[in-house]
């Protein structure tokens, strides 16, 4: 050990010839921590736990309850803002009064209010996220216990009073501002519905149809079935009217020659049993008369017979030819009246389908266009329902609610006067310990020598505390240079 090392009797040597060093920081120290102790004022802090919610609305599953977590958020955030809001502060001021110093001044005033709003707080719970849970707390602090519970109590009826004012505000703008849409969508729908009448008052008695044929894809109406039903009657009439002016050929030319209804065709002899009977008759007795004469001659009796009923059958066919002839004319004249009636009707028709279809995609942007208005007229009557719900709920309902009452706990906030002085007496104590050390002189050093060796006891403990000896500390300088 050298010669100017410390050891433990210089240093009770130092501390018994001169104990003020001690005892005189120690005692300073000591009465300025009682001072600080006993006129530091107290800083009492009441909290009240709030819990917020969303609004019911139109929700049937969950109301109440935030679809999303940022939704919560920027509501706690706005309830953040009104908390500390002048108004809020104010109003909680105003109802709580001035404390004891402040009476017969002005209140609240400019510097009450900036006071309040830095002792005014409002946080999660502990080891939670702000805006991750609908649970917060609202934390006042005031130097008298129970002036800091009358406002947190105050300003979390205020702050309720203000959120609800604010929610009926928001709803007052919206409820406007789909007023105001409402009645425009509400004149949409009366103009295109104006249009629509209009059209189908043109239309008449074709509304039926056309607004089947705008309902139905296909486009198949009753009109369209029965022009097609009146198409098929028409190409059958018209049928039958060939027919009856070939048979009318074939009859007329029948009755110059007989002989050429053997050739006519069956369809004829059905629509004439007469013709046919009489053309088989006839046909017999063309075979009975070639019998006769194949054995007899000319003027046989028999012969004879069979001639003359072949001619009485040829006879009978002519007479029965005209009749037919007659027939088939009259056929002829009423199926004409009914081709031309059909055609007449098919046209009518043709002419009301033509008269639709030149509506028909007007009718449709119309009635398309009537529908889409209607439901943005009920869209918007809906929401502003809504709102109207929301605004008159406002102020009979809160959506921040209280859970018990505001607590200050049993202690200030901060250290006890106790803990101030003993920490001051430690302080005190630490204080002393280092003047003695810095001047205390070891045995065998000269008077002159304590100045040098103090400074190099502190740049010891210097060097020692940062870790680094002064060659080290030129060096890593030298090199930083570099």
Not at 7 to 24: G, L
Not at 88 to 112: I, M, Y
Not at 113 to 125: D, F, H, M, R, Y
Request: glycine residues 6%; aromatic residues 4%; proline residues 4%.
């Amino acid at each position: 050990m050298s010669q100017s090392s410390i050891r433990p009797r210089d240093v009770t040597r130092a501390i018994a010839r001169q104990p003020w060093q001690i005892i005189a920081p120690t005692l300073i120290a000591v009465v300025l921590a009682l001072a600080y102790a006993l006129l530091r004022p107290t800083t009492w802090e009441a909290s009240q736990a709030l819990v917020v919610r969303d609004e019911a609305g139109d929700r049937l599953t969950r109301p109440g309850k935030f679809t999303h977590t940022d939704e919560m958020k920027t509501s706690q955030e706005t309830i953040l803002e009104l908390a500390r809001s002048r108004g809020v502060l104010s109003r909680a001021l105003t109802e709580v009064g001035p404390p004891a110093a402040n009476r017969g001044t002005e209140w609240p005033g400019e510097q009450d209010l900036e006071a309040l709003q830095a002792k005014v707080k409002v946080t999660p719970p502990k080891g939670a996220e702000f805006g991750k849970t609908e649970v917060f707390y609202l934390k006042v602090q005031d130097e008298s216990h129970e002036r800091a519970v009358l406002l947190t109590r105050a300003i979390c009826r205020h702050l309720q009073d203000r959120f609800a004012e604010l929610r009926e505000a928001k709803a007052r703008s919206t409820v406007d501002e789909l007023s105001k849409s409402a009645s425009l969508a509400n004149d949409a729908l009366a103009s295109a519905t104006r249009a629509l009448a209009n059209l189908e008052q043109r239309v008449g008695s074709d509304l039926a149809e056309l607004r089947m044929l705008n309902e139905l894809p296909s486009g198949d109406s009753d009109l369209r079935r029965t022009a097609i039903e009146l198409e098929k009657e028409l190409r059958a009439y018209r049928a039958i009217q060939t027919e009856n002016e070939e048979f009318l050929k074939l009859l007329k030319a029948a009755q110059v020659d007989p002989d050429m209804l053997l050739a006519s065709p069956s369809v004829l002899l059905k629509s004439q049993p007469a013709l046919g009977r009489l053309k088989d008759g006839l046909v017999d007795a063309q075979l009975r008369t070639g019998q006769a004469l194949g054995t007899m001659w000319d003027e046989h009796p028999l012969a004879k017979g069979a001639h003359a009923a072949e001619a009485a059958i040829r006879q009978q066919l002519h007479d029965e030819i005209a009749v037919a002839v007659r027939g088939v004319e009259a056929d002829l004249r009423v199926n004409g009246d009914r081709i031309r009636d059909l055609e007449n009707q098919s046209a009518a028709i043709h002419g009301r389908l033509g008269r639709l279809a030149a509506v028909r995609a007007e009718y449709a942007n119309l009635v398309t266009a009537t529908k889409h208005r209607t439901e943005s007229l009920k869209a918007v009557e809906h929401d502003l329902a809504e709102a109207q719900a929301s605004q008159a709920a406002a102020r009979a309902t809160s959506l921040i609610n209280l859970i018990d009452s505001p607590d200050a706990g049993t202690r200030p906030l901060g250290p006890g006067r106790t803990t101030i002085v003993l920490a001051g007496l430690g302080g005190g104590l630490l204080i002393g310990l280092t003047i003695v050390f810095l001047t205390i002189r070891p045995s065998g050093q000269t008077h002159f020598e304590q100045p040098r060796v103090a400074a190099r006891r502190v740049s010891e403990f210097a060097d020692r505390a940062t870790g680094l000896t002064l060659k080290q500390a030129l060096q890593r300088v030298a090199g930083n240079r570099i």
